[in-house]
């Protein structure tokens, strides 16, 4: 069957309004340049975007970076203590000001023609250029920033959706285990060959974990009330996981906004574990936070589409950033985060803390990668999902279409910030 007719926007529409409930994509969602620009256009510059963590950029002048598509963006912390994001495209030529991926600088200086920028991206000095010229009229173009219990997130939109909703979910659950006061242990950064949907159907179901994940399956339950969207209401072990983890003053039960986009909860971990170590003991002697007991809290679990899912536990976090680098490439940086002031080789050993989910990565980037070569050809067609096992596979296309298909039909572009 011809599925395309040349016209993506109208083909993409068609297909979204024409897809079958509980069954994957047809397949240029998974790998047609056209729709992946698409996605961008639709999503990925106008949402909300996790990009970092508070602790990254502890002290004024230091900033990270980060590309989104088309958009290089840094981030840094002014000597006000303010974290601001800018868009990295100097005003002069548009060369990328900052060109390494982390670093701390008193401004931000251009490296083509020494264009110099204060942290808060206004243009302090711009050499030999003639009467007349206005510095104020070319400083470094913001973008929306925000901060949350030690998350930033970023929107490349001119008029960016309400951040509220999402700090007053996410903030109470988080909050208490104080990661503004952590840093960042180990960083790692895959390439997957697949599409970002496939990467993040993968992560919403662990119906293939008990035959692809050996060591997080000594620690993490398969149970689909605890990776999928339906049923913790109603699950006793849960329940009773809620109630001691509420009783200790941490809010714990299952939270989801009404569009479906971002989720958290706590899941207790099997068999009285306390870390994601092939043991179960925590990999850090020093907890992330004294307001957090020890008492078996299991995971804190955050969703946020399209970039991160997350997991605190009482000793360190794991924190992953999707990014989409083209319609078959995806990056995915994974972060492990530890107290401050805990030192590697005394309060924990680096390999114990970070084996885990080194391991689940490599499994998890093979099983995308596969995937995505199956779907390439001309026999795929869209399957049916595990109704018991697959409903946060099922729930993430729902959002993903329910997001997207609006968009479409507007029959505008996207409005997005100005950096011509």
């Known amino acids: 069957m011809d599925i395309r007719t040349g016209d993506a926007r109208n083909d993409m529409l068609r297909l979204i309004r024409s897809r ?13 340049p056209e729709f992946f620009r698409l996605d961008m256009e639709m999503i990925w510059y106008r949402d909300w975007l996790f990009v970092g963590h508070d602790c990254e950029i502890a002290k004024p002048g230091s900033f990270f970076t980060v590309q989104v598509g088309d958009y290089p ?3 840094v912390r002014g000597r006000d203590g303010v974290i601001r994001a800018l868009h990295n495209s100097c005003r002069h030529r548009g060369s990328r000001v900052c060109n390494t991926h982390k670093g701390t600088a008193a401004r931000l200086v251009c490296p083509y023609h020494q264009w110099t920028y204060d942290l808060d991206g206004s243009l302090v000095f711009a050499r030999q250029m003639a009467d007349g010229f206005c510095k104020e009229d070319f400083g470094l173009k913001p ?3 925000e901060s949350v219990a030690g998350y930033i997130f970023i929107c490349l939109a001119e008029k960016p959706a309400d951040f509220r909703p999402f700090r007053a979910m996410m903030e109470p659950y988080f909050a208490p285990h104080n990661l503004v006061d952590a840093k960042v242990a180990h960083e790692t950064t895959i390439v997957e060959k697949g599409n970002w949907k496939l990467v993040w159907e993968n992560n919403r179901e662990c119906y293939h974990c008990a035959g692809n994940h050996p060591e997080l399956c000594k620690t993490f339950p398969e149970a689909p009330t605890v990776t999928g969207v339906n049923g913790a209401e109603s699950d006793p072990e849960m329940l009773e996981h809620w109630a001691k983890c509420e009783a200790a003053g941490l809010a714990a039960r299952f939270r989801i906004d009404p569009d479906d986009q971002y989720r958290a909860t706590r899941a207790p971990l099997l068999r009285d574990a306390l870390s994601y170590t092939t043991s179960g003991k925590p990999a850090v002697r020093r907890q992330l936070s004294d307001a957090v007991g020890a008492d078996r809290i299991g995971t804190l679990m955050l969703y946020h589409y399209p970039t991160t899912w997350n997991h605190v536990l009482i000793d360190h976090a794991i924190t992953f950033r999707v990014i989409p680098l083209s319609a078959t490439e995806t990056a995915v940086t994974t972060k492990w985060l530890v107290h401050k002031d805990a030192v590697e080789g005394v309060d924990y050993d680096l390999a114990e803390l970070i084996h885990v989910w080194t391991e ?10 596969e995937n995505a070569f199956g779907i390439k050809s001309p026999a795929y067609e869209p399957g049916p999902y595990s109704e018991l ?12 279409a329910g997001f997207i298909e609006p968009r479409l039909a507007g029959g505008v572009e996207p409005t997005l910030r100005n950096v011509a």
């Not at 069954?23 to 047609?32: G, R, V």
């Not at 689940?360 to 990668?369: F, G, K, L, S």
């Open 143 to 145: 973008v929306a920033c």
């Open 360 to 369: 689940t990565n490599d499994e998890d980037r093979r099983i995308v990668e």
């Open 20 to 32: 079958r409930k509980g069954f994957s994509l047809e397949q240029p969602f998974y790998n047609d």
């Open 73 to 75: 963006v840094v981030v």
């Open 389 to 400: 096992h697959e409903g946060g596979v099922i729930q993430f296309l729902d959002w993903y």
